[in-house]
């Protein structure tokens, strides 16, 4: 087996949530509201499994568990930068090149926010249409949830 160059990539998600900002930013860093929807279908996160210490420099982890194998799926992230409601990034250095994940929310006026998640250093395996698909379906989780907040 040789050991090539690590190809990381980059992506952007923009989303739209029926909700303020203030609500969406607060869901997406509150330990009791992200087990609702942390991670893709098929996948629990438990509130004993995540923590979120909300300033630069805090812990943000969480672990996901997949709902038939009780596979476990660590996410060990610190905050870089945290300023409700309008942006709050991580970086996840276990990730192979270091992942650094942001996301600015933005007010559109009439109730909803727009989410642009921007994502560098993003390994091989986690660029595939399956990750994506998977990324995607925790936003399709998170919908469902403010829907009955």
């Not at 869901?27 to 893709?40: D, I, K, Q, R, V």
């Not at 194998?69 to 991580?90: A, C, T, W």
Request: charged share 20%.
């Amino acid at each position: 087996m040789s050991e090539g160059p690590t190809v990381s990539g980059e992506l952007t998600i923009t989303r739209i949530f029926n909700a303020r900002p203030e609500v969406v930013f607060e869901c997406m860093t509150t330990p009791s509201h992200l087990t609702h929807f942390w991670g893709p279908i098929g996948i629990s996160t438990p509130l004993s499994g995540i923590i979120v210490e909300p300033k630069p420099g805090g812990r943000f982890e969480t672990l996901m568990v997949n709902d038939q194998s009780g596979e476990e799926y660590p996410m060990r992230g610190v905050f870089v930068e945290f300023d409700p409601p309008k942006k709050f990034s991580f970086t996840e250095a276990g990730v192979e090149g270091g992942m650094m994940t942001s996301i600015v929310f933005h007010d559109l006026g009439d109730g909803r926010t727009e989410t642009v998640t921007h994502q560098t250093n993003v390994p091989p395996m986690l660029m595939s249409p399956e990750a994506r698909q998977g990324l995607e379906s925790s936003f399709v989780k998170m919908d469902e949830y403010l829907e009955r907040l």
